[in-house]
């Protein structure tokens, strides 16, 4: 059973660009989180998708912004990039919306890297 | 206000022995708490959960508990293999705050054979 799949594993920017991640969770799996990794803040919640509307969003500035297809597949997009936005993007899929006790499970993630 | 704990950043282990990972919350609303391991360069792989109605649950060489009183569980591996030698995450949520995961900041675990 195929995983989680993250395009691309690496990606190399500059400030003030914009990016754009993918993310297609476990065949079946309808609800997409996404997280950021970084060495200071361990692993934080980004937002999390279902049905293709955002459920849940967490701290983070509106440059941070994401979308759900009808196939569940996900995309995250970051504008305007600054230094501190460098990190590992993961991806997380399960079957119902979280809160539902249902574990989510990672893709290996999109490492950012801005210059 | 970091709602999940690991206080321990590493833990070294003999193979063959026990090893037991200390996590620490805050939040009582938190319903549901999971452990996941992680190599370099991959994502977390889910090991094993616990919902809070429970204070033990095993899943072959793991088993994690639950002390709601105290706001702290624990995984225990059993025997503890090289193989086992990752960073541990364990993480918390909160049904009608979201579910979203609260991560603690990872435990780096060493099996030496």
């Known amino acids: 059973k195929a995983g989680v799949t993250q395009t691309p594993r690496y990606l190399i920017k500059t400030r003030g660009q914009q990016v754009t991640l993918s993310c297609s969770p476990i065949?079946?799996?309808?609800?997409v989180s996404w997280y950021q990794q970084t060495p200071g803040q361990g692993l934080q919640f980004l937002f999390e998708?279902?049905?293709?509307?955002?459920?849940n969003k967490g701290n983070f500035p509106g440059r941070f912004s994401g979308r759900q297809f009808s196939n569940s597949r996900s995309e995250m997009n970051v504008s305007t990039l600054e230094l501190g936005d460098s990190a590992l993007y993961l991806c997380?899929?399960?079957?119902?919306?979280?809160?539902?006790?249902?574990?989510?499970?990672f893709g290996d993630g999109t490492r950012l890297s801005i210059l | 206000d970091q709602q999940v704990k690991q206080n321990s950043p590493s833990l070294s282990v003999q193979e063959g022995r026990i090893s037991i990972l200390n996590c620490d919350y805050t939040n009582s609303m938190f319903d549901y708490f999971l452990w996941y391991k992680k190599y370099p360069a991959e994502g977390p792989t889910f090991l094993i959960s616990i919902s809070s109605i429970k204070d033990k649950n095993e899943d072959g060489r793991f088993t994690v508990f639950l002390n709601k009183s105290a706001k702290h569980l624990s995984l225990h591996i059993v025997p503890s293999q090289p193989g086992d030698s990752a960073v541990y995450f364990c993480?918390?949520?909160?049904?009608?705050?979201?579910?979203?995961?609260?991560f603690g900041q990872g435990t780096e675990l060493s099996v030496k054979p």
């Open positions: 998708y279902f049905s293709e509307t955002q459920r």
């Open positions: 997380a899929s399960s079957l119902m919306p979280s809160g539902g006790n249902q574990p989510q499970h």
């Open positions: 065949s079946g799996h309808r609800s």
């Open positions: 993480a918390a949520s909160a049904s009608d705050q979201g579910g979203k995961l609260i």
